[in-house]
């Protein structure tokens, strides 16, 4: 983040140990659209698109268009007001739609993502805010330049049936985190999960596999996964099976074998 961003966006920053579970699904989401154009060679190089669009657009409920022609210039005025409205104190209402703004993020998921993306478009990174950018959205955004994407999500359970779609690129997928076992894997290591007593579960993060390959033997996943801010290629083994306390529909409990990287899906992109 720059240092020139506003205040606001640093103290909200410094104050998470990790980006929320919005910004890790929209993260996920964009670079499997780079890595799918990329692909079908819709671009000739890799581009980034912007993840904070997607937070800020997806699940959100579209407002009924005013009659009239759509505007397609937005003014010096248009600025200055926006800069006023960030600038100015939060009211009572401002504090309710951010809770409001928070319900809708907590619902977000990769496939939310994507569906948005189809829908709407997604402009490239530099075109939107920065990613965890509190400010409100201004009201000209709907003209920056956006990027049409035309697809379908695919999902998948099994973890063969990922394997195949691997073939044809990058794979969303989840990854069941332990604490503080992750953080001890290192740049060498494989991640096995659930590894020693003082071992804490801290829940499903969404993750992309770039590719399968063989170490002494065992089948692991490389995977890119974003954790406590941090970036990182990571290896996960594929053979290592756990036990996890399943919450069902009814209320009932049970304890279930799961393996390490679980619900998986792909863009398939259009051309």
């Not at 961003?5 to 929209?26: F, G, M, T």
């Not at 809770?99 to 990174?125: H, M, N, W, Y």
Request: glycine share 6%; net charge positive.
């Amino acid at each position: 983040m720059s240092s020139r961003c506003h205040p606001d966006c640093q103290r909200a920053a410094a104050a998470k140990e990790e980006d929320d579970s919005a910004e890790r699904a929209a993260t996920v989401a964009a670079n499997l659209i780079s890595s799918a154009r990329l692909i079908l060679k819709l671009d000739s190089e890799f581009t980034e698109y912007s993840a904070q669009y997607l937070v800020d657009n997806t699940l959100v409920v579209k407002e009924p268009v005013q009659q009239g022609p759509p505007r397609s210039t937005f003014t010096i005025a248009d600025c200055l007001e926006h800069l006023v409205d960030v600038a100015s104190p939060k009211t009572e209402a401002d504090l309710e739609e951010m809770a409001k703004q928070q319900q809708r993020r907590s619902k977000i998921t990769v496939k939310d993502c994507l569906e948005c993306a189809f829908k709407e478009g997604i402009p490239r990174r530099e075109h939107w805010a920065h990613l965890g950018c509190v400010s409100k959205v201004p009201p000209y955004a709907s003209l920056m330049p956006r990027v049409p994407v035309k697809g379908e999500v695919i999902e998948v359970k099994k973890l063969e049936d990922a394997l195949k779609l691997l073939k044809h690129g990058p794979v969303g997928a989840k990854l069941h985190v332990f604490s503080p076992d992750i953080d001890r894997v290192g740049k060498d290591g494989v991640y096995q999960g659930l590894a020693g007593a003082e071992t804490r579960y801290v829940g499903l993060r969404d993750v992309i596999i770039g590719g399968v390959n063989k170490i002494n033997g065992v089948e692991v996943a490389t995977v890119k996964i974003c954790y406590k801010k941090r970036t990182s290629l990571m290896k996960v083994a594929l053979n290592r099976i756990i036990m996890l306390l399943q919450h069902h529909a009814n209320e009932s409990q049970s304890v279930e074998p799961t393996h390490l990287l679980v619900d998986f899906i792909v863009p398939r992109l259009f051309k």
